[in-house]
């Protein structure tokens, strides 16, 4: 059975400049897409419009947000990655599944769904040995 522990002993092992980029692009990605929900929120309105007979439209409103923009950072420096990732998965299978509910994105489905992978793979692979998670692990 695979832990945790021994997730990120193989990670460590395997660890590559490459992915440590991709990992800090995907934060950057996430932050990014936080601040565009902040800054024009009549977009994020528009797009869980297909939602609004479910109720709970405004507490998705403000969980999208913060969690793209406070995960976006940890995830960049990898910090509590596997967490900030987690969170982050109801909001990318809300933004696939609102592509069936509503008006079809190609673009933005795609998007979703590669966005839904790299942060998948993440869950799995953690921070990897270039981030603040390894660093205060090793100082301990």
């Known amino acids: 059975m695979m832990t945790i522990k021994s997730l990120n002993k193989w990670a460590n092992a395997h660890t590559y400049y490459p992915l440590d980029l991709l990992r800090?692009?995907?934060?950057?990605?996430?932050?990014?897409?936080?601040?565009?929900?902040?800054?024009?929120?009549?977009?994020?309105?528009?797009?869980?419009?297909?939602?609004?007979?479910f109720g709970g439209v405004m507490l998705i409103v403000?969980?999208?947000?913060?969690?793209?923009?406070?995960?976006?950072?940890?995830?960049?420096?990898?910090?509590?990655?596997?967490?900030?990732?987690?969170?982050?998965?109801?909001?990318?299978i809300g933004a696939i599944l609102i592509n069936f509910m509503g008006v079809m994105d190609v673009g933005n489905l795609i998007l979703a769904i590669v966005v839904l992978l790299?942060?998948?793979?993440?869950?799995?692979?953690?921070?990897?040995?270039?981030?603040?998670?390894?660093?205060?692990?090793?100082g301990s």
């Open 24 to 53: 800090v692009a995907l934060g950057i990605f996430f932050f990014i897409k936080g601040l565009q929900f902040i800054s024009q929120t009549h977009m994020l309105t528009e797009l869980i419009a297909p939602l609004k007979g």
């Open 62 to 92: 403000h969980y999208i947000a913060p969690v793209h923009l406070v995960g976006g950072i940890l995830i960049a420096v990898g910090l509590l990655t596997r967490w900030a990732l987690i969170v982050q998965l109801p909001i990318l």
């Open 118 to 138: 790299v942060t998948t793979f993440f869950i799995y692979y953690g921070s990897g040995k270039h981030s603040l998670d390894y660093y205060f692990k090793m």
